[in-house]
DNA sequence: CGGCCCATTGACAGGCATCAAGTCCGGTGG
DNA sequence: CCACCGGACTTGATGCCTGTCAATGGGCCG
Protein backbone atom coordinates (compact mmCIF):
# COMPACT_ATOMS: atom_id res chain seq x y z
CA UNK A 1 0.00 0.00 0.00
CA UNK A 2 2.39 2.87 1.07
CA UNK A 3 5.44 1.08 -0.74
CA UNK A 4 5.13 3.58 -3.44
CA UNK A 5 6.19 6.10 -0.50
CA UNK A 6 8.87 4.03 0.83
CA UNK A 7 10.66 4.19 -2.52
CA UNK A 8 11.35 7.41 -1.82
CA UNK A 9 14.27 7.98 -0.05
CA UNK A 10 14.85 10.28 2.78
CA UNK A 11 10.79 9.50 3.16
CA UNK A 12 9.57 9.24 6.92
CA UNK A 13 8.22 6.06 7.67
CA UNK A 14 4.69 5.42 8.78
CA UNK A 15 4.36 2.78 11.50
CA UNK A 16 1.11 0.80 11.25
CA UNK A 17 -0.65 -0.42 14.46
CA UNK A 18 -1.54 -3.80 14.82
CA UNK A 19 -3.76 -4.56 18.27
CA UNK A 20 -2.92 -7.25 20.74
CA UNK A 21 -3.59 -10.82 19.18
CA UNK A 22 -3.62 -9.30 15.29
CA UNK A 23 -1.93 -11.40 12.76
CA UNK A 24 1.34 -9.99 10.94
CA UNK A 25 1.49 -12.43 8.22
CA UNK A 26 0.82 -16.23 8.22
CA UNK A 27 3.19 -19.29 8.03
CA UNK A 28 3.20 -20.35 3.88
CA UNK A 29 2.64 -16.85 2.70
CA UNK A 30 4.85 -16.10 0.64
CA UNK A 31 7.88 -13.91 1.73
CA UNK A 32 6.26 -10.61 -0.01
CA UNK A 33 7.40 -8.60 3.10
CA UNK A 34 9.97 -7.88 5.68
CA UNK A 35 8.05 -6.29 8.86
CA UNK A 36 10.48 -4.22 11.25
CA UNK A 37 8.55 -3.85 14.55
CA UNK A 38 8.92 -0.13 15.90
CA UNK A 39 7.00 -0.79 19.24
CA UNK A 40 5.43 -3.92 21.10
CA UNK A 41 6.22 -7.95 21.17
CA UNK A 42 5.06 -9.50 18.97
CA UNK A 43 5.39 -13.76 18.92
CA UNK A 44 6.34 -16.24 16.22
CA UNK A 45 4.02 -19.19 16.18
CA UNK A 46 3.80 -22.47 14.50
CA UNK A 47 1.17 -25.15 14.88
CA UNK A 48 1.08 -28.60 14.33
CA UNK A 49 -0.90 -30.91 11.55
CA UNK A 50 -3.08 -31.81 14.04
CA UNK A 51 -3.37 -28.34 16.28
CA UNK A 52 -1.07 -28.03 19.05
CA UNK A 53 0.36 -24.36 19.16
CA UNK A 54 3.88 -23.76 19.73
CA UNK A 55 5.33 -20.01 20.14
CA UNK A 56 8.78 -20.30 18.40
CA UNK A 57 10.32 -17.01 18.92
CA UNK A 58 9.14 -13.29 20.73
CA UNK A 59 10.37 -10.36 18.89
CA UNK A 60 10.85 -6.89 20.35
CA UNK A 61 11.21 -3.42 19.17
CA UNK A 62 13.92 -3.22 16.36
CA UNK A 63 13.52 -6.70 15.35
CA UNK A 64 13.06 -7.36 11.79
CA UNK A 65 10.78 -10.23 11.02
CA UNK A 66 9.57 -12.61 8.08
CA UNK A 67 12.97 -12.40 6.43
CA UNK A 68 12.89 -13.98 2.65
CA UNK A 69 15.24 -16.97 3.83
CA UNK A 70 12.88 -18.98 2.14
CA UNK A 71 9.80 -18.85 -0.64
CA UNK A 72 7.02 -18.46 2.40
CA UNK A 73 7.18 -17.62 5.93
CA UNK A 74 8.14 -19.97 8.31
CA UNK A 75 6.01 -19.09 11.09
CA UNK A 76 2.92 -16.87 11.98
CA UNK A 77 3.57 -13.49 13.14
CA UNK A 78 1.15 -12.37 15.83
CA UNK A 79 1.38 -9.25 17.78
CA UNK A 80 0.99 -9.88 21.78
CA UNK A 81 0.99 -6.25 23.08
CA UNK A 82 -0.17 -3.87 20.71
CA UNK A 83 2.56 -2.98 18.05
CA UNK A 84 3.64 -0.72 15.66
CA UNK A 85 5.38 -2.03 13.01
CA UNK A 86 6.78 -1.01 9.10
CA UNK A 87 6.46 -3.46 6.05
CA UNK A 88 9.50 -2.94 3.77
CA UNK A 89 9.26 -4.41 0.29
CA UNK A 90 11.05 -7.71 -0.24
CA UNK A 91 12.88 -6.29 -3.60
CA UNK A 92 13.80 -3.67 -1.88
CA UNK A 93 15.17 -4.86 1.52
CA UNK A 94 17.15 -6.83 -0.55
CA UNK A 95 18.50 -4.67 -2.22
CA UNK A 96 19.40 -3.08 1.24
CA UNK A 97 21.02 -6.41 2.55
CA UNK A 98 22.96 -6.80 -1.01
CA UNK A 99 24.41 -3.02 -0.50
CA UNK A 100 24.93 -3.50 3.19
CA UNK A 101 26.45 -6.53 2.26
CA UNK A 102 28.90 -5.55 -0.06
CA UNK A 103 30.25 -2.43 2.27
CA UNK A 104 30.57 -4.11 5.52
CA UNK A 105 31.81 -7.09 3.93
CA UNK A 106 29.56 -9.57 6.32
CA UNK A 107 25.81 -10.57 6.07
CA UNK A 108 23.31 -7.83 7.38
CA UNK A 109 22.97 -8.87 10.93
CA UNK A 110 18.84 -8.66 10.65
CA UNK A 111 19.54 -12.01 9.63
CA UNK A 112 21.29 -13.01 12.66
CA UNK A 113 18.58 -11.15 14.67
CA UNK A 114 15.99 -13.60 13.29
CA UNK A 115 17.34 -16.40 13.75
CA UNK A 116 19.13 -16.11 17.17
CA UNK A 117 15.88 -15.76 18.87
CA UNK A 118 14.64 -19.32 17.44
CA UNK A 119 18.56 -20.92 18.00
CA UNK A 120 18.37 -19.82 21.74
CA UNK A 121 14.65 -21.27 22.15
CA UNK A 122 16.02 -24.26 21.20
CA UNK A 123 18.79 -24.02 23.78
CA UNK A 124 16.41 -22.83 26.26
CA UNK A 125 13.90 -25.88 25.83
CA UNK A 126 16.27 -28.63 25.59
CA UNK A 127 17.11 -28.59 29.37
CA UNK A 128 14.71 -30.19 31.80
CA UNK A 129 13.22 -28.16 35.02
CA UNK A 130 10.70 -25.90 34.02
CA UNK A 131 11.93 -23.26 36.82
CA UNK A 132 15.38 -23.82 34.61
CA UNK A 133 13.76 -23.30 31.65
CA UNK A 134 11.69 -20.09 32.79
CA UNK A 135 14.61 -18.72 34.53
CA UNK A 136 16.61 -18.63 31.14
CA UNK A 137 13.90 -17.28 29.48
CA UNK A 138 13.68 -14.11 31.67
CA UNK A 139 17.34 -14.09 31.10
CA UNK A 140 17.27 -14.26 27.54
CA UNK A 141 15.19 -11.36 27.25
CA UNK A 142 15.07 -9.47 30.03
CA UNK A 143 17.70 -6.43 28.22
CA UNK A 144 14.86 -6.06 25.63
CA UNK A 145 12.03 -5.64 28.20
CA UNK A 146 10.57 -1.90 29.01
CA UNK A 147 11.46 -0.41 32.63
CA UNK A 148 8.84 0.39 34.37
CA UNK A 149 8.77 3.93 36.56
CA UNK A 150 10.51 1.66 40.00
CA UNK A 151 13.16 0.62 37.55
CA UNK A 152 12.07 -2.98 37.37
CA UNK A 153 11.29 -4.97 34.01
CA UNK A 154 8.03 -5.51 32.91
CA UNK A 155 7.38 -8.84 31.38
CA UNK A 156 3.86 -7.71 29.42
CA UNK A 157 3.42 -11.60 27.98
CA UNK A 158 0.31 -13.88 28.85
CA UNK A 159 1.38 -17.40 31.00
CA UNK A 160 -0.36 -19.36 27.88
CA UNK A 161 2.15 -17.94 25.55
CA UNK A 162 5.11 -17.93 27.76
CA UNK A 163 4.17 -22.12 28.01
CA UNK A 164 3.92 -22.25 24.57
CA UNK A 165 7.39 -20.89 24.04
CA UNK A 166 8.93 -23.18 27.15
CA UNK A 167 7.12 -26.50 25.61
CA UNK A 168 5.21 -26.48 29.14
CA UNK A 169 1.60 -26.42 30.27
CA UNK A 170 0.26 -22.73 31.21
CA UNK A 171 -0.32 -24.40 34.99
CA UNK A 172 3.66 -25.74 34.99
CA UNK A 173 4.77 -21.99 34.33
CA UNK A 174 2.22 -20.56 37.10
CA UNK A 175 3.44 -22.62 40.22
CA UNK A 176 7.45 -21.66 38.53
CA UNK A 177 6.52 -18.14 38.82
CA UNK A 178 5.41 -18.85 42.35
CA UNK A 179 8.19 -20.69 43.22
CA UNK A 180 10.65 -17.60 41.80
CA UNK A 181 8.08 -15.11 43.97
CA UNK A 182 8.45 -16.83 47.18
CA UNK A 183 12.15 -16.23 46.52
CA UNK A 184 11.76 -12.93 46.04
CA UNK A 185 13.86 -13.23 42.44
CA UNK A 186 10.70 -11.77 40.49
CA UNK A 187 7.52 -9.53 41.65
CA UNK A 188 4.57 -9.94 40.23
CA UNK A 189 2.81 -6.22 41.12
CA UNK A 190 0.19 -6.67 38.58
CA UNK A 191 -1.09 -9.49 36.82
CA UNK A 192 -0.13 -9.22 33.30
CA UNK A 193 3.41 -7.99 34.55
CA UNK A 194 6.53 -9.37 36.16
CA UNK A 195 9.26 -7.08 37.40
CA UNK A 196 12.43 -8.95 37.81
CA UNK A 197 14.18 -8.04 41.37
CA UNK A 198 16.95 -10.44 41.55
CA UNK A 199 18.77 -10.36 38.20
CA UNK A 200 21.61 -12.78 40.02
CA UNK A 201 19.94 -15.27 41.22
CA UNK A 202 17.64 -15.88 38.22
CA UNK A 203 20.92 -15.63 36.04
CA UNK A 204 22.41 -18.26 38.88
CA UNK A 205 19.17 -20.24 38.79
CA UNK A 206 19.14 -20.47 34.76
CA UNK A 207 22.46 -21.02 34.33
CA UNK A 208 22.05 -24.22 36.83
CA UNK A 209 24.35 -23.50 39.37
CA UNK A 210 21.86 -24.44 41.45
CA UNK A 211 22.18 -27.97 40.87
CA UNK A 212 19.10 -29.22 42.46
CA UNK A 213 15.88 -28.23 42.07
CA UNK A 214 15.41 -29.40 45.89
CA UNK A 215 17.26 -26.68 47.06
CA UNK A 216 14.88 -23.74 45.85
CA UNK A 217 12.18 -25.57 48.02
CA UNK A 218 14.57 -25.27 51.19
CA UNK A 219 14.53 -22.05 50.73
CA UNK A 220 16.00 -20.16 54.26
CA UNK A 221 14.30 -16.12 54.69
CA UNK A 222 16.97 -15.59 57.09
CA UNK A 223 18.96 -13.02 55.59
CA UNK A 224 22.43 -14.36 55.87
CA UNK A 225 21.52 -17.12 54.07
CA UNK A 226 19.80 -15.95 51.42
CA UNK A 227 22.70 -13.10 50.41
CA UNK A 228 25.32 -16.19 51.23
CA UNK A 229 25.09 -17.14 47.75
CA UNK B 1 30.62 -23.63 -5.24
CA UNK B 2 31.99 -24.34 -7.81
CA UNK B 3 33.21 -21.02 -8.45
CA UNK B 4 35.05 -20.95 -5.63
CA UNK B 5 36.40 -24.32 -6.31
CA UNK B 6 37.75 -22.99 -9.66
CA UNK B 7 39.04 -19.95 -8.16
CA UNK B 8 41.32 -21.63 -5.75
CA UNK B 9 43.87 -23.91 -7.69
CA UNK B 10 45.07 -26.70 -6.21
CA UNK B 11 42.26 -27.05 -3.44
CA UNK B 12 39.84 -27.93 -6.53
CA UNK B 13 36.88 -30.45 -5.18
CA UNK B 14 39.65 -31.82 -3.00
CA UNK B 15 37.60 -32.99 -0.40
CA UNK B 16 38.99 -32.99 3.48
CA UNK B 17 38.73 -36.33 5.74
CA UNK B 18 37.68 -36.40 9.02
CA UNK B 19 37.00 -39.37 11.60
CA UNK B 20 34.07 -40.04 13.36
CA UNK B 21 34.54 -37.43 16.40
CA UNK B 22 36.62 -35.21 14.83
CA UNK B 23 35.97 -31.12 15.47
CA UNK B 24 35.43 -29.07 12.16
CA UNK B 25 35.12 -25.84 14.06
CA UNK B 26 34.56 -24.56 17.80
CA UNK B 27 31.76 -22.65 19.27
CA UNK B 28 32.94 -19.63 19.35
CA UNK B 29 35.44 -18.93 17.23
CA UNK B 30 35.31 -16.23 14.09
CA UNK B 31 34.04 -17.50 11.55
CA UNK B 32 37.20 -18.20 8.84
CA UNK B 33 35.28 -20.80 6.58
CA UNK B 34 32.19 -22.15 5.04
CA UNK B 35 32.42 -25.58 5.71
CA UNK B 36 30.49 -27.85 2.76
CA UNK B 37 30.13 -31.60 3.41
CA UNK B 38 30.46 -33.91 1.02
CA UNK B 39 29.89 -37.46 2.81
CA UNK B 40 29.10 -38.03 6.02
CA UNK B 41 27.14 -37.15 9.08
CA UNK B 42 28.12 -33.60 10.87
CA UNK B 43 26.54 -32.58 14.10
CA UNK B 44 26.08 -29.25 15.87
CA UNK B 45 26.93 -29.08 19.34
CA UNK B 46 26.19 -26.56 21.70
CA UNK B 47 27.76 -26.76 25.58
CA UNK B 48 25.90 -24.77 28.04
CA UNK B 49 27.35 -22.52 30.94
CA UNK B 50 27.91 -25.56 33.39
CA UNK B 51 28.74 -28.43 31.05
CA UNK B 52 25.50 -30.30 29.60
CA UNK B 53 26.15 -30.99 26.26
CA UNK B 54 23.60 -30.39 23.14
CA UNK B 55 23.44 -31.38 20.00
CA UNK B 56 21.45 -28.58 18.03
CA UNK B 57 21.55 -29.86 14.57
CA UNK B 58 21.93 -32.74 12.51
CA UNK B 59 23.76 -32.03 9.15
CA UNK B 60 24.48 -34.59 5.88
CA UNK B 61 25.67 -34.87 2.70
CA UNK B 62 25.55 -31.36 0.57
CA UNK B 63 25.04 -28.87 3.25
CA UNK B 64 27.07 -26.07 4.06
CA UNK B 65 27.37 -25.31 7.64
CA UNK B 66 29.39 -22.35 9.63
CA UNK B 67 27.65 -19.72 7.63
CA UNK B 68 28.97 -16.30 8.51
CA UNK B 69 25.67 -14.82 9.84
CA UNK B 70 27.41 -13.79 12.53
CA UNK B 71 30.93 -12.87 13.63
CA UNK B 72 31.58 -16.06 15.44
CA UNK B 73 30.48 -19.75 14.69
CA UNK B 74 27.40 -20.35 16.74
CA UNK B 75 28.13 -24.03 17.35
CA UNK B 76 30.92 -26.78 17.26
CA UNK B 77 30.24 -29.03 14.29
CA UNK B 78 31.89 -32.24 14.91
CA UNK B 79 31.91 -35.47 12.88
CA UNK B 80 29.51 -37.92 13.46
CA UNK B 81 30.55 -40.57 11.20
CA UNK B 82 33.52 -40.39 8.93
CA UNK B 83 32.98 -37.24 6.44
CA UNK B 84 34.58 -35.92 3.80
CA UNK B 85 34.46 -32.05 3.82
CA UNK B 86 35.30 -28.63 1.52
CA UNK B 87 36.36 -25.48 3.32
CA UNK B 88 35.55 -22.25 1.45
CA UNK B 89 37.22 -19.02 2.35
CA UNK B 90 34.81 -16.54 4.04
CA UNK B 91 35.71 -13.96 1.57
CA UNK B 92 35.22 -15.91 -1.09
CA UNK B 93 32.02 -17.04 -0.24
CA UNK B 94 30.44 -14.32 0.86
CA UNK B 95 31.48 -12.99 -2.98
CA UNK B 96 29.64 -15.60 -4.36
CA UNK B 97 26.65 -14.97 -2.46
CA UNK B 98 26.34 -11.37 -3.24
CA UNK B 99 26.68 -12.76 -6.60
CA UNK B 100 23.71 -15.32 -6.18
CA UNK B 101 21.49 -12.67 -4.47
CA UNK B 102 21.98 -10.50 -7.33
CA UNK B 103 21.33 -12.97 -10.00
CA UNK B 104 18.72 -14.92 -8.76
CA UNK B 105 17.01 -12.09 -6.75
CA UNK B 106 16.84 -14.03 -3.52
CA UNK B 107 18.95 -15.42 -0.82
CA UNK B 108 21.40 -18.57 -1.34
CA UNK B 109 19.28 -21.40 -0.29
CA UNK B 110 22.27 -22.59 2.25
CA UNK B 111 21.72 -20.14 4.77
CA UNK B 112 18.14 -21.33 4.77
CA UNK B 113 19.57 -24.99 4.93
CA UNK B 114 21.84 -24.33 7.88
CA UNK B 115 18.71 -22.61 9.48
CA UNK B 116 16.03 -25.29 9.10
CA UNK B 117 17.82 -28.30 11.15
CA UNK B 118 18.31 -25.79 13.73
CA UNK B 119 14.05 -24.32 13.59
CA UNK B 120 12.85 -28.32 13.33
CA UNK B 121 14.49 -29.21 16.23
CA UNK B 122 12.50 -27.05 18.33
CA UNK B 123 9.88 -28.14 16.65
CA UNK B 124 10.64 -31.51 17.34
CA UNK B 125 11.99 -31.02 21.33
CA UNK B 126 8.51 -28.87 22.07
CA UNK B 127 5.95 -31.68 21.73
CA UNK B 128 6.13 -33.71 24.98
CA UNK B 129 6.42 -37.52 24.70
CA UNK B 130 9.85 -39.35 24.13
CA UNK B 131 8.14 -41.74 21.41
CA UNK B 132 6.60 -38.77 19.39
CA UNK B 133 9.90 -36.96 19.48
CA UNK B 134 11.62 -40.01 18.45
CA UNK B 135 9.48 -40.45 15.35
CA UNK B 136 9.10 -36.68 14.41
CA UNK B 137 13.10 -37.17 14.36
CA UNK B 138 13.40 -40.08 12.40
CA UNK B 139 10.58 -38.48 10.21
CA UNK B 140 12.71 -35.12 9.63
CA UNK B 141 16.19 -37.21 8.25
CA UNK B 142 14.56 -39.89 6.65
CA UNK B 143 14.83 -38.40 3.68
CA UNK B 144 18.88 -37.76 3.59
CA UNK B 145 19.70 -40.61 4.99
CA UNK B 146 21.53 -43.37 3.14
CA UNK B 147 19.61 -46.33 1.66
CA UNK B 148 21.40 -50.17 2.96
CA UNK B 149 21.07 -53.20 -0.06
CA UNK B 150 17.63 -53.93 0.89
CA UNK B 151 16.12 -51.08 0.55
CA UNK B 152 16.08 -49.25 4.34
CA UNK B 153 17.27 -46.23 5.11
CA UNK B 154 20.22 -46.60 7.43
CA UNK B 155 20.89 -44.64 10.78
CA UNK B 156 24.23 -44.43 11.68
CA UNK B 157 23.71 -41.87 14.41
CA UNK B 158 24.71 -43.24 18.27
CA UNK B 159 21.80 -42.92 20.47
CA UNK B 160 23.47 -40.68 22.74
CA UNK B 161 23.76 -38.38 20.11
CA UNK B 162 19.81 -38.68 19.37
CA UNK B 163 19.39 -38.40 23.21
CA UNK B 164 21.27 -34.82 23.13
CA UNK B 165 19.40 -33.69 20.15
CA UNK B 166 15.52 -34.58 21.48
CA UNK B 167 16.38 -33.27 24.80
CA UNK B 168 16.31 -36.63 26.96
CA UNK B 169 18.57 -39.29 28.33
CA UNK B 170 19.79 -42.20 26.22
CA UNK B 171 17.60 -44.49 28.27
CA UNK B 172 14.66 -43.02 27.11
CA UNK B 173 15.43 -43.12 23.48
CA UNK B 174 16.46 -46.78 23.66
CA UNK B 175 12.74 -47.63 25.72
CA UNK B 176 11.29 -45.49 22.89
CA UNK B 177 13.26 -47.86 20.19
CA UNK B 178 12.44 -50.61 21.57
CA UNK B 179 8.60 -49.69 21.58
CA UNK B 180 8.66 -48.53 18.00
CA UNK B 181 10.55 -52.15 17.15
CA UNK B 182 7.65 -54.00 18.84
CA UNK B 183 5.44 -52.16 16.48
CA UNK B 184 7.52 -53.21 13.71
CA UNK B 185 7.67 -49.53 12.99
CA UNK B 186 11.40 -49.55 12.53
CA UNK B 187 14.29 -52.50 12.87
CA UNK B 188 17.45 -52.82 14.56
CA UNK B 189 19.73 -55.34 11.91
CA UNK B 190 22.29 -53.84 13.60
CA UNK B 191 23.61 -52.12 16.80
CA UNK B 192 24.41 -48.55 14.71
CA UNK B 193 21.94 -49.40 11.74
CA UNK B 194 18.32 -48.32 12.34
CA UNK B 195 15.84 -49.08 9.71
CA UNK B 196 12.22 -47.61 9.01
CA UNK B 197 10.17 -50.46 7.68
CA UNK B 198 6.59 -48.89 8.42
CA UNK B 199 7.11 -44.87 7.40
CA UNK B 200 3.23 -44.20 6.88
CA UNK B 201 2.94 -45.64 10.78
CA UNK B 202 6.35 -43.38 11.65
CA UNK B 203 4.48 -40.57 10.13
CA UNK B 204 1.37 -40.80 11.62
CA UNK B 205 3.15 -41.15 15.37
CA UNK B 206 5.04 -38.69 14.91
CA UNK B 207 2.25 -36.15 13.80
CA UNK B 208 0.46 -37.06 16.90
CA UNK B 209 -2.36 -38.46 15.42
CA UNK B 210 -1.82 -41.55 17.79
CA UNK B 211 -3.55 -39.10 20.87
CA UNK B 212 -2.68 -41.37 23.15
CA UNK B 213 0.52 -43.26 24.07
CA UNK B 214 -1.32 -45.89 25.79
CA UNK B 215 -3.14 -47.04 22.53
CA UNK B 216 0.91 -47.72 21.30
CA UNK B 217 0.96 -50.46 23.84
CA UNK B 218 -2.06 -51.79 22.70
CA UNK B 219 -0.90 -52.81 19.36
CA UNK B 220 -3.77 -55.07 17.61
CA UNK B 221 -1.67 -57.33 15.36
CA UNK B 222 -4.27 -57.51 13.11
CA UNK B 223 -3.98 -56.82 9.56
CA UNK B 224 -7.36 -55.14 9.07
CA UNK B 225 -6.98 -52.47 11.57
CA UNK B 226 -2.87 -52.03 10.99
CA UNK B 227 -3.71 -50.46 7.52
CA UNK B 228 -7.08 -48.64 8.05
CA UNK B 229 -5.28 -45.58 8.46
C1' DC C 1 41.79 -62.36 25.07
C1' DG C 2 40.85 -58.35 27.85
C1' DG C 3 39.29 -53.75 28.29
C1' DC C 4 36.39 -50.06 27.11
C1' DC C 5 32.44 -47.83 25.44
C1' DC C 6 27.89 -48.02 24.16
C1' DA C 7 23.44 -50.08 24.37
C1' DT C 8 20.08 -52.41 27.21
C1' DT C 9 17.09 -53.51 31.03
C1' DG C 10 15.06 -53.00 35.68
C1' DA C 11 13.74 -50.43 39.79
C1' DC C 12 12.46 -46.28 41.74
C1' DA C 13 11.17 -41.74 42.76
C1' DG C 14 10.34 -37.17 41.45
C1' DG C 15 8.49 -33.84 38.26
C1' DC C 16 5.01 -32.43 35.55
C1' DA C 17 0.84 -32.87 32.58
C1' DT C 18 -3.83 -33.29 33.27
C1' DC C 19 -8.24 -32.47 35.19
C1' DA C 20 -11.10 -29.76 37.98
C1' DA C 21 -12.54 -26.03 40.70
C1' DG C 22 -12.02 -21.52 42.48
C1' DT C 23 -10.32 -16.56 42.15
C1' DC C 24 -9.10 -12.32 40.15
C1' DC C 25 -9.38 -8.75 36.83
C1' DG C 26 -10.78 -5.97 32.88
C1' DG C 27 -14.35 -4.80 29.92
C1' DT C 28 -19.07 -4.20 28.74
C1' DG C 29 -23.67 -2.75 29.22
C1' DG C 30 -27.35 -1.02 31.90
C1' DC D 1 -21.47 4.19 38.83
C1' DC D 2 -22.34 -0.49 39.42
C1' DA D 3 -23.38 -5.30 38.19
C1' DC D 4 -22.29 -8.74 35.22
C1' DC D 5 -19.47 -11.73 32.37
C1' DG D 6 -15.69 -13.90 30.20
C1' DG D 7 -11.04 -15.02 30.02
C1' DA D 8 -6.83 -15.59 32.26
C1' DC D 9 -4.56 -16.87 36.34
C1' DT D 10 -4.28 -19.73 40.55
C1' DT D 11 -4.35 -23.75 43.36
C1' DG D 12 -5.05 -28.64 44.65
C1' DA D 13 -5.15 -33.66 43.73
C1' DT D 14 -3.69 -37.49 41.01
C1' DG D 15 -1.38 -40.58 37.95
C1' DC D 16 1.86 -41.21 34.31
C1' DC D 17 6.15 -40.28 32.13
C1' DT D 18 10.77 -40.08 32.34
C1' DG D 19 15.23 -38.98 34.56
C1' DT D 20 18.38 -41.28 37.44
C1' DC D 21 21.00 -44.92 39.28
C1' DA D 22 22.75 -49.45 38.95
C1' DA D 23 23.94 -53.67 36.78
C1' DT D 24 24.37 -56.48 32.70
C1' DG D 25 25.31 -57.56 27.95
C1' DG D 26 27.50 -56.99 23.56
C1' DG D 27 30.52 -55.42 20.05
C1' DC D 28 34.86 -53.30 18.60
C1' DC D 29 39.65 -52.53 18.95
C1' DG D 30 44.06 -52.99 20.73
Given at each position: MHNLARSQPGYRDIAMPAGSGEILFLEGDPCDHVYELRRGIARGVNVSSEGDRQVTAFFFAGDQIGLPLS????????????????????????????????????????????????????????????????????????????????????????????????????????????????????????????????RARLEAIASGIVTRLRMLHERRPTATADTAF
Open positions: ECYRFTAEAVTDVLYVRHSRVRWHEALIRSCREDGRLLPSICAEQDPIFRRGMIIGRNGVVVRVCAFLTSIVDRLPISADGAALLPLPQTDIAAYLATSPESVCRAFRQLREMHVIAMPRRDQIAITD
